[in-house]
């Protein structure tokens, strides 16, 4: 199987545990549960539970707690795009390719959604801490899944990035470098350093692959602004060209496109070279990370 396959394989695998995952579409809240699971089931690359299971695949095999903290991040991370896209925000009209949830839910059951889920994945996290007392690793990682999400996180960079929308002066390559740290790379951090943690790494080990991640993230930024300005709606499920139209600061309007494309080069060329450090190599994590230097969506 090629690549390409392996990871449509592995898409696959990671939506019928979501679909598990998720609470029971019935009983008085059944129509915020239905939007839980029109936001989490509405596709999406699982970039951030394949490389949890992934990274967990360098220090064990199949690892307690694994499944529970793959489905936790998707669960975080959909949280923060429904939100993301409210009038009080982005106001954007699709996401995935399609309606984003305020738009087919309405706003009230939209933000309530997001709420559910993001308490749901500490509930989903939680669960493991119980059924496996034997796994140090779980409440290690259930700290790096709420402090990556909080404020010293993806909220932290976020909240810095709604704060500077309306400034009129462009801001500085370091103000750009914390919003991409905290609202982009946290989470991809947290993937890596979960499911290291709950294969069994140690604490040093596990800060390699923060470091990973971080590069990892920041790549993954520098690229979504690239395809912001040259993609398709087709490619990218959703409206191009918003940082332009918004007078965004990114690192590609501040660098240009030569300079955003080699930096994406480089820091997951880094990146892969801390991977490949340990003393287990999981070809597919390299390659999956290396796949994002050219992604489209
Ligand atoms: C509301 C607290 C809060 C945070 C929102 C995720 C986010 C933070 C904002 C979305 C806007 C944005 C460009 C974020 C950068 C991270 C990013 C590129 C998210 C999209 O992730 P993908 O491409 O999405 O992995 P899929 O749909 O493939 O899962």
Known sequence: MSFEEIREEKVKEIEKLLERMLPKVEGPQAKVIEAMHYSVMAGGKRLRPMLL?????????????VEEFMAALEFIHTYSLIHDDLPAMDNDEYRRGRKTTHVVFGEDLAILAGDALLNYAYETAASAVIKYPENAGIP????ILA??????GMVG??????LNEN???????????????NKTAALIECALMCGSLLGGADLEQADRMEKAGSAIGLAFQIQDDILDAEGTFEELG??????????KTTYLSLMGKEQARSKVKELTEEAVAILQEGEKRNPFLEELVLSLITRRS
């Open 167 to 181: 400034r009129t002066e462009p801001l500085s390559l370091e103000e750009i470098l914390f919003i991409h740290e």
């Open 147 to 152: 402090g990556k999400a909080g404020i010293f």
């Open 157 to 162: 960079g976020q909240s810095a990035d709604v």
């Open 140 to 143: 290690q990682a259930f700290a």
């Open 238 to 247: 959703k409206p191009i060209g918003s940082d332009e139209k918004n007078q």
């Open 53 to 65: 299971k992934e990274a967990s695949l360098l220090y064990g095999q199949n690892c307690e707690g």
